[in-house]
């Protein structure tokens, strides 16, 4: 515990690092003035949430930066990459979808994308919502004939596959299908489609039915009337996204104690396109450090920088912010917290909606105080963390875990465990298993533990998982474990079930968390199974690896036809030695066949 500063700090900007036990970093914060700011935390007087940060950690270090703006890049830096407890790091970044065009490319392809790089090609978007990024690829696909697989366009596949059948392709990926000179004027159409740039797609096309009409290429005519009359009636333009223009996001904090919400709306060209919302609970930061952080790594891997930022109050850090957000945009993006007009009204209508979403929360938590006081804790049941064992026939044995906080299933916590130690079709080992390199991992980590441990199962599959927590060396979590059959709360070992009805609130919630466990270990098993079954044959080929049968594949598209191809032939795709050995293989399970 850190009762006084334990080191004299200088009067400049730089970063704070409050380390723990095992030295790393708890907390990272920045400051134009270290010493006035690090003396703030060892006053007589101080919040709750500082106390604990004083509780926890054992020593400080500083980094003495030349400007506070260093210190501000600094400081996001080091929370990407030592994840401290107290501070907040967001796990659901979110990625708008994109259309990629290389143009540089002999035979260029419309490609679906999160990602821009440094490569010289054209992206198109953001696509808001996502689904307008797959409507946008299948338009061009049926109305250009385009390609949008993932085949390389190198003329190396046998044949066409079935969207050349169908009038869909243009095939560019075998040889002599297409000439360039004419799929580039097709992929020219693409690019003018998803430019937005309507008339001047009309009047080609219009131009090259006419020329085809002419020249009785009365198929082709025929092409471009359909195409035609498609670009005069879609309506899925989008603008290319570094001319883009019209883009601002608004952001409004509501919260209490340690429990925050954070709502956004993305405006495109005026109009609302997208929503998000993001919960954060137990937070150990003051309110203006926790809206400042969250906004700076929202930005930090985003593609997409607004032209302008509104947010519902003002942050300290808030000139640092705008200056952040211009540096990755490459112009001026100011940072606005209007209280009036309409950017103001918007702000207002997003605080109503994260204080409903707070409340809603809220109420969620309260359902569960039957359970909470049936098992004398004193905290309330924030969160859940739930395992489920899956297997068939002792075949593709998993563990799953999800997690449930506040109301909700957070997605991106979910975890599944591939047994190393246990035997598949030992559920009390699996689960013992699982629970210990779930919290052994989650201590190294210094994440933070749940409230409450869920179990798929009775008393027994209880204890194992307690067995566990005593493995990995965890702190004390209480656990339940869930019968399906009666739908009846047992503690590990238990004799009775704890007096809950089954339609009680905070049984439904509970069932509906195991519920998910379950079903997110089926699906695991399923995978794996059939995975298993669907492997193919080759493999059995001694020297034949996975790569090498997937190139096979590709180039032969069935096994019955890679047994049939000339020894030659295999040998400059796999080398001699293991043609020759499929060449044996061949024989050997044909002579199988023969005397079954």
Known sequence: MLKK????LPEAPGCYIFRGPDKKPVYVGKAKNLRSRVSSYFLKHVSEKVRKLRAEAVDLDFVVTGSEWEAFLLENNFIKQFHPRFNVLLRDDKTYPLIKINMKKPFPKAEFTRRIEKDGALYFGPFVPSSYARKNLKAIQEFFMVATCRD??????????????????????????VKKEEYRRRMDEVVLFLEGKDKELVDLVDKRMKESAAAQEYETAAHYRDLLAAAQSLELSQSIVTNASGHADYYALYGEGERYVIEAFIVLDGKVVDRTKRRFDRVELSREELFETVLTQIYSNSEFIPDALYISEKIGGQSLVS????????????????KSGKNGELLKTLLRNAEMEFRLNLRESQKLAPLQKLLSLKKEIRRIEAFDVSHFQKEAAYVSMVAWQEGRLVKTDYRKFKLKEAESGDDYGALKEAVSRRYKRLLVEGGAFPDLLLIDGGPNQGQSALEGLKLAGAPDIPVVALAKKEEQLFLPRGKEPLPLAKDSPSMLIVRSIRDEAHRTAISANRRQINKNRFTSPLLKVKGLGEKSVKKLIKRYLTTENVMNAPA??????????VAARIMEWKKERAKNEREI
């Open 5 to 8: 500063a334990p080191i004299k």
């Open 323 to 338: 200056q952040f957000l211009s540096e990755k945009k490459g112009k001026k993006v100011e940072v606005f917290s209007p």
């Open 568 to 577: 030659g032939e295999l040998e400059k795709i796999v080398g001699k030695r």
């Open 152 to 177: 390389p366009l190198d003329g190396s596949r046998p044949r066409p596959c079935l969207l050349f059948e169908m009038g869909k392709c243009l095939a560019p990926c075998v040889t002599g299908k």
